[in-house]
């Protein structure tokens, strides 16, 4: 038997998970399927996951929420965004039965948790480059549209490409702050 370190061993089990959410729901699979296909011990599972949510949380945030992280500022709109669109059209059966799985709340809970730190960063950049306050106001905002605007792509509500909302997403955030930077220098006019 050959040795598996930890992330080795993870990525295994998530690779079992998605093969078999693409079969079956997620109800219906155990982890002793999912340690089976993998040639591991159940016990392995438990020494790595509670449970089997445990690991469709690590698999989001190892696999499309790593996506995000590596995108900051202005270009995130264009790559970052992206790069998460089409994971999830490569892995849309397992994200479709990751979300009614783990729920709509939990999976926007992460969402939100990762995508606000990149909406921040843009919003202080343009913030910097029209030279207007940066308000976490409109953070928020466009954090909780962007969430929304990816769980409604995912179950097929939106019917737009990903390049046409990623330039949707662009063009409001800019426009806002374009109309922040204008209010101002009208004030100041006065």
């Not at 079956?24 to 599972?45: D, Q, V, W």
């Not at 949380?57 to 696999?63: A, C, G, R, S």
């Not at 490569?90 to 809970?109: E, M, P, Q, T, V």
Request: charged share 25%; glycine share 4%; proline share 2%.
């Amino acid at each position: 038997m050959q040795y598996h370190n930890a992330s080795t061993t993870k990525k295994e089990l998530a690779a079992a998970l998605k093969q078999l959410m693409e079969q079956k729901p997620l109800e219906k699979i155990s982890i002793r399927e999912i340690t089976s296909l993998c040639g591991l011990r159940r016990e392995t599972f438990y020494y790595h996951f509670a449970d089997i949510y445990a690991l469709i949380q690590w698999m989001f945030e190892e696999e499309a929420l790593a996506l995000l992280r590596q995108h900051e500022g202005v270009q995130f709109w264009r790559e970052g965004l992206l790069q998460l669109f089409r994971y999830i059209q490569d892995n849309r059966a397992f994200c479709l039965c990751a979300f009614r799985s783990i729920g709509h709340s939990h999976l926007r809970k992460l969402f939100q948790e990762n995508i606000i730190s990149i909406v921040r960063a843009t919003v202080d950049k343009l913030s910097e480059e029209l030279h207007c306050p940066a308000d976490e106001l409109v953070v928020q905002f466009y954090t909780i549209a962007l969430v929304g605007t990816v769980e409604s792509w995912l179950l097929g509500e939106v019917d737009r490409t990903p390049e046409e909302l990623i330039q949707f997403a662009d063009t409001m955030l800019q426009d806002h702050m374009r109309g922040i930077h204008l209010r101002m220098q009208t004030e100041h006019a006065k």
